[in-house]
Protein backbone atom coordinates (compact mmCIF):
# COMPACT_ATOMS: atom_id res chain seq x y z
CA UNK A 1 0.00 0.00 0.00
CA UNK A 2 1.32 3.32 -0.91
CA UNK A 3 1.98 5.83 2.30
CA UNK A 4 0.16 8.63 0.14
CA UNK A 5 -3.46 7.88 0.84
CA UNK A 6 -5.88 7.40 -1.91
CA UNK A 7 -9.23 6.79 -0.55
CA UNK A 8 -10.74 9.17 2.61
CA UNK A 9 -13.86 7.61 4.57
CA UNK A 10 -16.24 9.81 6.40
CA UNK A 11 -16.95 8.02 9.65
CA UNK A 12 -20.62 9.41 11.25
CA UNK A 13 -20.06 9.46 14.92
CA UNK A 14 -23.41 9.56 17.25
CA UNK A 15 -22.80 8.62 20.65
CA UNK A 16 -19.89 6.25 19.56
CA UNK A 17 -17.64 6.52 22.73
CA UNK A 18 -18.53 2.49 23.58
CA UNK A 19 -17.83 1.46 19.96
CA UNK A 20 -14.95 3.27 18.59
CA UNK A 21 -12.12 1.27 18.28
CA UNK A 22 -8.85 3.77 18.38
CA UNK A 23 -6.50 0.90 17.60
CA UNK A 24 -8.20 -0.03 14.46
CA UNK A 25 -8.57 3.29 12.66
CA UNK A 26 -5.09 3.91 13.72
CA UNK A 27 -3.85 0.43 12.10
CA UNK A 28 -5.20 2.05 8.72
CA UNK A 29 -3.85 5.42 9.20
CA UNK A 30 -0.99 5.18 6.56
CA UNK A 31 -3.04 3.89 3.89
CA UNK A 32 -6.80 5.90 4.62
CA UNK A 33 -7.22 9.18 5.93
CA UNK A 34 -10.39 9.59 7.86
CA UNK A 35 -12.49 12.45 8.77
CA UNK A 36 -14.70 11.56 12.01
CA UNK A 37 -18.14 13.73 12.12
CA UNK A 38 -19.34 13.64 15.86
CA UNK A 39 -23.04 14.39 15.33
CA UNK A 40 -23.84 16.59 18.70
CA UNK A 41 -22.97 13.35 20.83
CA UNK A 42 -24.03 13.73 24.52
CA UNK A 43 -21.34 11.14 25.58
CA UNK A 44 -17.74 11.24 25.56
CA UNK A 45 -17.42 10.60 21.69
CA UNK A 46 -15.79 14.34 21.15
CA UNK A 47 -12.83 13.55 23.52
CA UNK A 48 -12.25 10.17 22.37
CA UNK A 49 -11.79 11.85 18.65
CA UNK A 50 -9.96 14.46 20.15
CA UNK A 51 -7.58 11.97 21.48
CA UNK A 52 -8.01 9.45 18.41
CA UNK A 53 -6.86 12.90 16.17
CA UNK A 54 -3.30 13.73 18.80
CA UNK A 55 -2.22 10.06 18.02
CA UNK A 56 -2.55 10.36 13.71
CA UNK A 57 -2.87 14.03 13.25
CA UNK A 58 -2.16 13.98 9.47
CA UNK A 59 -4.59 11.11 8.78
CA UNK A 60 -7.41 11.84 11.56
CA UNK A 61 -9.85 14.55 10.93
CA UNK A 62 -12.66 15.75 13.20
CA UNK A 63 -15.78 17.97 12.05
CA UNK A 64 -17.56 18.69 15.15
CA UNK A 65 -21.51 19.21 14.89
CA UNK A 66 -23.02 21.27 17.25
CA UNK A 67 -26.48 19.55 17.26
CA UNK A 68 -27.58 16.19 16.53
CA UNK A 69 -28.29 16.18 12.53
CA UNK A 70 -28.57 12.45 11.58
CA UNK A 71 -26.75 9.99 9.94
CA UNK A 72 -27.88 11.63 6.62
CA UNK A 73 -26.79 15.17 7.22
CA UNK A 74 -23.30 14.18 8.99
CA UNK A 75 -22.02 11.86 6.17
CA UNK A 76 -23.44 14.75 3.62
CA UNK A 77 -21.53 17.34 6.19
CA UNK A 78 -18.66 15.34 6.26
CA UNK A 79 -18.16 14.69 2.67
CA UNK A 80 -18.40 18.41 1.81
CA UNK A 81 -15.76 18.93 4.25
CA UNK A 82 -13.62 16.30 3.10
CA UNK A 83 -13.92 17.31 -0.63
CA UNK A 84 -13.09 20.60 0.40
CA UNK A 85 -10.56 20.13 2.72
CA UNK A 86 -7.30 20.88 0.92
CA UNK A 87 -4.36 18.77 2.97
CA UNK A 88 -7.22 16.27 1.56
CA UNK A 89 -7.04 17.74 -2.12
CA UNK A 90 -5.11 14.80 -3.71
CA UNK A 91 -6.87 11.92 -2.64
CA UNK A 92 -9.10 10.72 -5.46
CA UNK A 93 -11.72 8.64 -3.73
CA UNK A 94 -13.95 10.08 -0.80
CA UNK A 95 -16.73 7.92 0.92
CA UNK A 96 -18.19 7.06 4.46
CA UNK A 97 -17.97 4.10 6.22
CA UNK A 98 -20.14 3.14 9.11
CA UNK A 99 -18.24 3.53 13.07
CA UNK A 100 -18.93 -0.20 14.16
CA UNK A 101 -16.71 -0.98 11.59
CA UNK A 102 -19.49 -3.80 10.74
CA UNK A 103 -17.68 -3.96 7.15
CA UNK A 104 -14.34 -3.92 8.68
CA UNK A 105 -11.65 -1.38 7.22
CA UNK A 106 -9.23 -4.39 5.91
CA UNK A 107 -12.54 -4.19 3.29
CA UNK A 108 -11.37 -0.83 2.39
CA UNK A 109 -8.32 -1.60 -0.07
CA UNK A 110 -9.41 -4.24 -1.96
CA UNK A 111 -12.35 -2.37 -2.51
CA UNK A 112 -10.74 0.61 -3.59
CA UNK A 113 -8.16 -1.44 -6.10
CA UNK A 114 -12.04 -2.64 -7.87
CA UNK A 115 -13.38 1.58 -7.76
CA UNK A 116 -9.57 2.02 -9.20
CA UNK A 117 -9.71 -0.22 -12.30
CA UNK A 118 -12.94 0.43 -13.01
CA UNK A 119 -15.13 3.23 -14.26
CA UNK A 120 -16.91 3.51 -11.68
CA UNK A 121 -18.80 6.77 -10.23
CA UNK A 122 -18.99 4.88 -6.94
CA UNK A 123 -18.59 2.23 -5.45
CA UNK A 124 -21.01 0.09 -2.63
CA UNK A 125 -20.27 -2.69 -0.55
CA UNK A 126 -22.49 -4.93 -1.30
CA UNK A 127 -23.62 -7.75 1.82
CA UNK A 128 -24.17 -10.86 -0.63
CA UNK A 129 -24.14 -14.42 0.94
CA UNK A 130 -22.00 -16.32 -1.26
CA UNK A 131 -19.33 -19.21 -1.22
CA UNK A 132 -16.34 -17.93 0.84
CA UNK A 133 -17.70 -14.72 2.37
CA UNK A 134 -18.40 -14.48 5.97
CA UNK A 135 -21.45 -12.12 6.20
CA UNK A 136 -23.11 -12.43 9.32
CA UNK A 137 -26.43 -10.68 9.18
CA UNK A 138 -29.33 -11.67 11.39
CA UNK A 139 -32.32 -13.97 9.44
CA UNK A 140 -34.42 -11.19 9.61
CA UNK A 141 -32.27 -8.22 8.88
CA UNK A 142 -31.37 -10.15 5.73
CA UNK A 143 -35.19 -10.41 4.70
CA UNK A 144 -35.58 -7.09 5.36
CA UNK A 145 -32.49 -6.18 3.16
CA UNK A 146 -34.19 -8.31 0.28
CA UNK A 147 -37.76 -7.23 0.43
CA UNK A 148 -36.44 -3.74 0.86
CA UNK A 149 -34.29 -4.20 -2.15
CA UNK A 150 -37.35 -5.54 -4.25
CA UNK A 151 -39.84 -2.50 -3.40
CA UNK A 152 -36.70 -0.27 -4.67
CA UNK A 153 -36.57 -1.44 -7.53
CA UNK A 154 -40.52 -1.47 -7.99
CA UNK A 155 -40.45 1.59 -6.76
CA UNK A 156 -37.73 3.52 -8.14
CA UNK A 157 -36.31 1.24 -10.67
CA UNK A 158 -32.76 1.20 -8.36
CA UNK A 159 -31.41 -2.52 -9.25
CA UNK A 160 -29.28 -2.58 -6.82
CA UNK A 161 -28.56 -5.31 -4.85
CA UNK A 162 -27.78 -3.52 -1.29
CA UNK A 163 -28.65 0.33 -1.41
CA UNK A 164 -28.11 0.20 2.54
CA UNK A 165 -24.93 -1.02 3.10
CA UNK A 166 -22.74 1.76 5.31
CA UNK A 167 -19.59 1.42 2.98
CA UNK A 168 -20.05 3.35 0.00
CA UNK A 169 -16.90 5.09 -1.75
CA UNK A 170 -17.50 7.86 -4.61
CA UNK A 171 -15.07 9.56 -7.11
CA UNK A 172 -14.46 13.14 -6.15
CA UNK A 173 -15.45 14.40 -9.24
CA UNK A 174 -19.41 13.49 -8.78
CA UNK A 175 -19.23 14.17 -4.80
CA UNK A 176 -21.23 17.83 -5.90
CA UNK A 177 -23.86 15.93 -7.38
CA UNK A 178 -24.35 13.37 -4.58
CA UNK A 179 -24.17 15.35 -1.52
CA UNK A 180 -24.38 19.29 -2.07
CA UNK A 181 -28.78 18.89 -1.48
CA UNK A 182 -29.74 17.92 1.78
CA UNK A 183 -31.42 15.11 2.03
CA UNK A 184 -35.30 14.20 2.69
CA UNK A 185 -35.00 10.93 4.20
CA UNK A 186 -33.72 10.31 7.35
CA UNK A 187 -33.16 6.55 6.55
CA UNK A 188 -32.68 5.82 2.95
CA UNK A 189 -30.49 8.32 1.66
CA UNK A 190 -28.90 5.77 -0.22
CA UNK A 191 -31.75 5.68 -2.18
CA UNK A 192 -31.29 9.45 -2.61
CA UNK A 193 -27.83 8.87 -3.80
CA UNK A 194 -28.70 6.67 -6.45
CA UNK A 195 -31.31 8.93 -7.86
CA UNK A 196 -28.50 11.85 -8.32
CA UNK A 197 -26.15 9.83 -9.68
CA UNK A 198 -28.52 8.61 -12.43
CA UNK A 199 -27.11 8.31 -15.42
CA UNK A 200 -23.67 7.65 -13.84
CA UNK A 201 -22.28 4.01 -13.20
CA UNK A 202 -22.48 2.25 -9.91
CA UNK A 203 -20.41 -0.54 -9.35
CA UNK A 204 -21.48 -3.19 -6.23
CA UNK A 205 -18.28 -4.71 -4.74
CA UNK A 206 -19.13 -8.15 -3.15
CA UNK A 207 -17.65 -7.69 0.63
CA UNK A 208 -15.60 -10.76 2.16
CA UNK A 209 -16.90 -9.59 5.37
CA UNK A 210 -19.33 -8.02 7.33
CA UNK A 211 -20.18 -8.68 10.79
CA UNK A 212 -24.18 -7.39 12.45
CA UNK A 213 -22.16 -5.08 15.70
CA UNK A 214 -24.93 -4.82 18.64
CA UNK A 215 -25.88 -1.14 19.41
CA UNK A 216 -27.66 -0.03 16.39
CA UNK A 217 -29.38 3.22 16.90
CA UNK A 218 -30.84 3.33 13.54
CA UNK A 219 -32.98 -0.15 13.21
CA UNK A 220 -35.49 -0.70 15.20
CA UNK A 221 -39.41 -2.64 14.45
CA UNK A 222 -40.92 1.26 14.34
CA UNK A 223 -37.74 2.57 12.13
CA UNK A 224 -38.97 0.02 9.38
CA UNK A 225 -42.19 1.15 9.11
CA UNK A 226 -40.07 4.70 8.37
CA UNK A 227 -37.90 3.21 6.39
CA UNK A 228 -40.63 1.61 3.96
CA UNK A 229 -42.61 4.94 4.01
CA UNK A 230 -39.98 7.05 3.04
CA UNK A 231 -39.58 4.90 0.15
CA UNK A 232 -43.23 6.16 -1.03
CA UNK A 233 -42.19 9.16 -0.09
CA UNK A 234 -38.50 9.98 -1.56
CA UNK A 235 -38.89 9.31 -5.60
CA UNK A 236 -41.69 12.92 -6.14
CA UNK A 237 -38.68 15.30 -5.99
CA UNK A 238 -35.54 13.42 -7.01
CA UNK A 239 -35.72 12.66 -11.20
CA UNK A 240 -39.04 12.49 -11.13
CA UNK A 241 -39.08 9.69 -8.54
CA UNK A 242 -37.51 6.85 -10.61
CA UNK A 243 -34.28 6.09 -12.41
CA UNK A 244 -34.36 6.76 -16.50
CA UNK A 245 -34.84 2.87 -18.32
CA UNK A 246 -31.60 2.55 -19.85
N1 LIG B 1 -24.38 11.34 12.66
C1 LIG B 1 -25.23 10.41 13.07
N2 LIG B 1 -24.86 9.21 12.88
C2 LIG B 1 -25.67 8.30 13.33
C3 LIG B 1 -26.89 8.58 13.95
N3 LIG B 1 -27.41 7.44 14.24
C4 LIG B 1 -26.52 6.52 13.81
N4 LIG B 1 -25.48 7.07 13.27
C5 LIG B 1 -24.25 6.53 12.70
O1 LIG B 1 -24.60 5.72 11.62
C6 LIG B 1 -23.75 4.61 11.58
C7 LIG B 1 -24.57 3.34 11.61
O2 LIG B 1 -25.31 3.34 12.79
P1 LIG B 1 -25.73 2.04 13.54
O3 LIG B 1 -26.28 2.49 14.84
O4 LIG B 1 -24.59 1.06 13.58
O5 LIG B 1 -26.91 1.53 12.62
P2 LIG B 1 -27.15 0.18 11.81
O6 LIG B 1 -27.09 0.58 10.38
O7 LIG B 1 -28.53 -0.23 12.22
O8 LIG B 1 -26.12 -0.83 12.21
C8 LIG B 1 -22.80 4.74 12.76
O9 LIG B 1 -21.61 5.29 12.27
C9 LIG B 1 -23.54 5.67 13.69
O10 LIG B 1 -22.71 6.43 14.54
C10 LIG B 1 -27.28 9.91 14.14
O11 LIG B 1 -28.32 10.28 14.66
N5 LIG B 1 -26.39 10.79 13.68
MG1 LIG C 1 -24.25 -0.81 12.81
Aim: charged share 20%; net charge positive; hydrophobic share 40%.
Amino acid sequence: MSSTPSLCLVIPCYNEEKRLSPAKFAEFAKSLAFVFVNDGSSDSTSSVLAEMKKTCPGSFHVLNLEKNQGKAEAVRRGMLFAAGEPALSCIEWIGFWDADLSTPLSEAPPMLDFASSSSAAAVFGSRIMRPGAKINRSFFRHMAGRLFAFLARLKLNAGVYDSQCGAKIFRRRHIQAAFSRPFQSRWIFDLEIILRLDGRVIAEYPLSEWNEISGSKLMSLSSMWGIFGELWTIGSSETGGKLSDK
